[in-house]
Structures are given as structure tokens and as C-alpha cells.
């Protein structure tokens, strides 16, 4: 049974910065694809970041560049989503998302088959 549990959300300042975690267990992690998505209140799910099976390649929405990093760790089955300079806007339930075997496109929701039960992101003004 896939499992991925997020953990790191909670309440921050604009300007400041959180750290998200997600583990995985109960897949071979190291061949997953894994992504991060948010969703605010009222609106859709959307696409924040994505990194391959072997970290080397990464993809980021616009809204997540330059201020978020997404990375793996293959040994603790693990990934991260660095987020620096948060604003308010930010602020959503923020998913992780696996799709084994996988080396296609990552910045569709409908390619993966496996998501957690997220963690809130609040970001005051």
C-alpha cells in the first residue's frame, strides 16, 4: 500500500520561508516521479513543482520559480519543497504526488497515481 505523508506546513509571515516534506513508503521510490500541488480555497488543484526519478531534472510553475526548490532523497524516501519568500497567495493545502515509472511530462495532475492527504500553508500579511 503507497503511502506519502506531508508534513512542514503551518503558519509563516510574508517574506518568510517553509520547508515541506513528503515520505513515501510502500513503492520503489527511486524509480517514482514525484510532484508537489496546491490548492487554495474555492479554487483547483494546481501544479507548484516536479522532479524526475533520479532528481536530475526538475520543473517548476511559473509562480514557483526562483522562490521554490523541489528536491529528493532516494536513500530516506523522501522529497522537499524549499519555499522562500512566501506570500499570501501562497497560502493553499499543498499535496505531494508519485507516478512510478514514469519519465514523461510532471506538471499534469491527471499523471499521477498516488497523492498524500496534504498540509496547510497559512502565510500572513
Known amino acids: 500500500q503507497v503511502q506519502l505523508v506531508e508534513s512542514g506546513g503551518g503558519l509563516v509571515q510574508a517574506g518568510g520561508s517553509l520547508s515541506l516534506s513528503c515520505a513515501a513508503s510502500?513503492?520503489?521510490?527511486?524509480?517514482?516521479?514525484m510532484g508537489w500541488f496546491r490548492q487554495a480555497p474555492g479554487k483547483e488543484r494546481d501544479f507548484v513543482a516536479a522532479i524526475s526519478r533520479g532528481g536530475s531534472s526538475t520543473d517548476y510553475a511559473a509562480i514557483a520559480k526562483g522562490r521554490f526548490t523541489i528536491s529528493r532523497d532516494n536513500v530516506k524516501n523522501a522529497v522537499y519543497l524549499q519555499m522562500n519568500s512566501l506570500k499570501p497567495d501562497d497560502a493553499a493545502v499543498y499535496y505531494c504526488a508519485a507516478k512510478p515509472y514514469y519519465s514523461g511530462t510532471l506538471n499534469i495532475e491527471g499523471v499521477y497515481d498516488y497523492w498524500g492527504q496534504g498540509t496547510q500553508v497559512t502565510v500572513s500579511s
Open positions: 510502500g513503492l520503489t521510490f527511486n524509480k517514482a516521479a
